[in-house]
């Protein structure tokens, strides 16, 4: 038996050790990282320069407006749209199946990197395929790397093209989980069909499609590639700055680790909160 | 009877007019990559509307692989995400295997640690993992940098845990029974039988590796130990840049995972659905 013990161990060591020189340590020395003043040497204890700047500056609170807007927006317009895509792409009735869902799951594989250049290409304000079929409906172009407020669409599109695939796979295999009867018996009854989604359906996904707005809430406090590629660093000016390219900025750009430290623990804090509400409103939810 | 199928035909219809409009634009921008890095420069830039693929694949190419090394980059990619994945796959499923099958004081801990971390953004780790690798380590540049640190991987570990409880217990008794020792039965009994999880696993893994931005972004800057996406992602923010050339590197990053995909449609999807890594 101690033998087994042993090997219980040695099985988990190497993991073990990964994790506490990577995970476990940074999580502890970032807190303390971001009571340090880092932009002098030595490194002096003063939160006022880190935990103190973060609720005056009005570039993280700018930074902390977009993410939040962007995750009041485009959290719950993904999630409703991956809920419907899974529930259609489930239909007995469907023709081209294989295409349909490799339409819908194929942006998954795609990289940042990748899909940014294209998003760039085809809303090119001027040669962009997209102004040219807004334009050839009769409607004025749209300037989207120039004005705020099309630029946070921008944003919020691309993370929707790239995303909701990936959230219709994870509540398809939801859907998929649930007893066919459920239904025989319901359409026997006759309820009807939207009738069954409302009242079978929703209910029964409810514990997936919070798992995929928590997983979406982490992922959106986390947002910074695209920014930093489609809208070329959070432009115009600062107005698809994320929390995560703030981040970026005063850590890697500025190296002001400290002050980072500070803006990486609100986000964390943030994250667990926002998805603590999410989990505590969908289970009081009758 | 005629009734019930007029409704069912309706449906269908329905169904079809909203899913495949729906599909056409979703498909768009992977079409739209593939006919801009077929297309001479002046013709991306054009006020006309392209939609067919053109001939310049080649000539986009070379112009890409002049302006950044981006075979080079590739090959970077291809070693990383191999290595990754297999030291990956290794970790994970050993550890899976100890909290799975071996009852041990600190499971409980362990395990409750691993599933903490699940919902505690990689921001919070990042300054730090970058401050002890590039300047205490001194490491920047380095395969290790590239692929070490990113190894810590949660819901791998409750993914091949899951898998190795779900194994009767019986078969590993009568190994032991037989005076196997623990490490052959894991290789030999254990991961065999795992053989649909590894493969999910793998897959994710690859993929996560492959596209990974940010880490590879920060820690290393030098041309000739840039991983593939970082490469091109440092184009895109130029001013004077062949976007041909960048979007033929668009469609190289891309096309390798649309086959996996393809191929092992069934393992991908097992992978995301189980939720293995985000």
Known sequence: MR???????????PYLLIFTTFWVWPIVFSFYLSFLATRTQPWRFNPAATWGRLVIDPAFLNALKNTLVILVIQVPVMIALATVLAVLLNSQLLRARGIMRFAFFAPVVVGEAAYAAVFRLMFNADFGIINKIITGLGLPPVAWFASPTAAMALIMMAVTWRWVGYNAIIILSGLQAIPQDVYEAATLDRVSKPRQFFFITLPLLRPIILFCVVLSIIGTMQLFAEPFLITNRGGPGQATETLGLFLYRQGFTVLNFGYASAVAYTIAALAILISLANLWLGRSAK | ????????????????????????????????????????????????????PSNRFWENFLILQADTDFLRTIFVSVVVALVYTVLSVMLTSMAGWALARYSFAGKGLVLSIILGTLTLPYFVVVIPQFI????????????????????????????????????????????????????RIFLFVGMPLARPTLAALSIILFLA????????????????????????????????VSWGGIMVGAVLLTAPMIAVFVLLQRHFIAGIAAGAVK
């Open chain 2, 209 to 240: 590796s492959w596209n990974n931005y940010l880490w590879p972004l920060l820690i290393n800057n030098r041309p000739d130990m840039m991983t593939a996406p970082v490469a091109l992602g440092s184009l895109i923010g130029l001013t004077k």
């Open chain 2, 1 to 52: 009877m005629r009734s019930k199928s007029a409704s069912t035909f309706r449906r269908s219809i329905a169904l079809h007019a909203v899913l495949v409009p729906l599909a056409i634009v979703w498909l768009f921008p992977i079409w739209m990559m593939v006919v801009f890095s077929t297309m001479p420069e002046n013709a991306i830039f054009s006020p006309n509307i392209h939609l067919i």
């Open chain 2, 132 to 183: 002890m690798v590039a300047r205490d380590f001194g490491l920047s540049n380095t395969w290790f940098a590239l692929i070490v640190p990113p190894l810590f991987n949660s819901l791998g570990v409750l993914f091949m845990r899951q898998s190795f409880s779900m194994m009767p217990a019986e078969l590993f008794d009568a190994a032991r029974v037989e005076g196997v020792r623990e490490w």
């Open chain 1, 3 to 13: 033998m087994r013990t042993r090997a219980a161990y040695g099985f988990l060591a």
